[in-house]
């Protein structure tokens, strides 16, 4: 998982406004603690956390971080998936953000399971926006996940097809995996709380708007 610590004025900044830089900041921490739950439900032989910022109490046990490496997007997963492939070479990698607190472990778990990814090279997550929530490697490695991301523009409508289109590339069979929205803007996070309703993340939200109109 890739993430950056919930920090005002540094997370979520496209919330801002209608929510003040420290409801942005709470909103954060919200996904990605419950996007942290999730994904430590899901099977795995190791969790790891490839973190800009400092770690919080919001971090469950069980999972390595790392600091994230300097420059773009692109180039921070990338990085991200050679630090995987250097403590596990042979052992498929999936990286996902931290602002899809509503993912389904059961749906992961089935997906990523041992009898479904024989012949997979690949797997995709495509976002709502025309981005990826999540993309894994069978055989992660420095080599192959820079020639996949790096100069791949990166929060633009086609940045998913650019993904797809070197994937089909490098000749990877690829599985697809759900479209999943990421919170973006204020819509995607009601959005997103209406498709978890019981999550910290929808809480969140349901108190920074039940405020907003008590105030207002």
Known sequence: MIAKSPVPGRVKTRLTPPCTPEQ????AEAALTDTL??????????????????????LPPG???VPQVAGGLDARLAASFAHAGRIAPEAPALLVGMDTPQLDAAL????????RRAGVDAWYGPAGDGGFWALGLARPGERLARRLLLGLPMSTADT???LLDRLAAEGLVTEHLPVVADVDTISDARNVAAEAPGGRFAACL???EGAREVTG
Do not use: F, H, K, T
């Not at 942005?24 to 909103?27: G, K, M, P, T």
């Not at 999730?38 to 910022?53: N, Y």
């Open 206 to 208: 349901q108190a920074i």
């Open 63 to 65: 999972w390595q971080v």
């Open 37 to 58: 739950a999730v994904l430590s439900r899901v099977p795995a032989g190791r969790r790891l956390l490839v973190l800009d910022g400092a770690v919080g109490d919001w």
């Open 108 to 115: 992961l778990a089935g997906a990523l399971s041992p009898a």
């Open 24 to 27: 942005a900041a709470a909103l």
């Open 160 to 162: 998913g097809r650019g």
